[in-house]
């Protein structure tokens, strides 16, 4: 009985191992990653509407269910791993989605605000708010469009 216990303890370890260490394959790496990115891509269209619409209610809406999303999105792409070894397109990939998450949390529920009140004097911190968030999204796309070319070239069949 003992026996057969460790006997199953042991096989189940070697195959949590292998399946761990286990060579992932390319596009199905990829493709997840690119779905958790498209995500991201769809917040931020959501957003783009409520602001341009000046419906702030519906962008508050928006922000609250972006920033689920963008923590679940972060943790999908953590549980993901590094593909066999090579960790630079998961972390562009991270790196993009806590820009996202520190805009959706710091800088949109200022524009928010300030959008709401529409006061003149909050002119310069809304310009700087919206180049804080443009700079940003620029950033992380730049720095993910780049991991991914490099890990296309890298990876090609």
Do not use: H
């Not at 189940?12 to 260490?21: H, K, M, R, T």
């Not at 493709?31 to 508050?60: G, H």
């Amino acid at each position: 009985m003992i026996r057969n216990f460790i006997s199953t303890a042991i096989c189940s370890a070697v195959l949590f191992l292998a399946s761990c260490g286990g060579s992932k394959d390319p596009v199905a790496y990829n493709n997840a990653i690119i779905s958790v990115i498209n995500d991201s891509e769809r917040q931020v269209t959501l957003m783009n509407e409520a602001m341009n619409a000046a419906d702030y209610a519906k962008a508050e809406e928006v922000r609250l269910g972006w920033e689920k999303s963008v923590n679940e999105d972060i943790k999908k792409v953590e549980d993901l791993g590094d593909f066999n070894g090579d960790a630079a397109f998961q972390q562009a990939v991270l790196n993009g989605l806590k820009g996202y998450q520190k805009i959706v949390t710091e800088d949109y529920p200022k524009l928010i605000d300030i959008r709401k009140t529409g006061t003149a004097a909050d002119a310069d911190k809304e310009a700087q708010l919206l180049g804080n968030i443009n700079a940003a999204f620029e950033d992380m796309a730049k720095g993910v469009n780049e991991a991914s070319d490099k890990f296309e070239q890298s990876y090609k069949k």
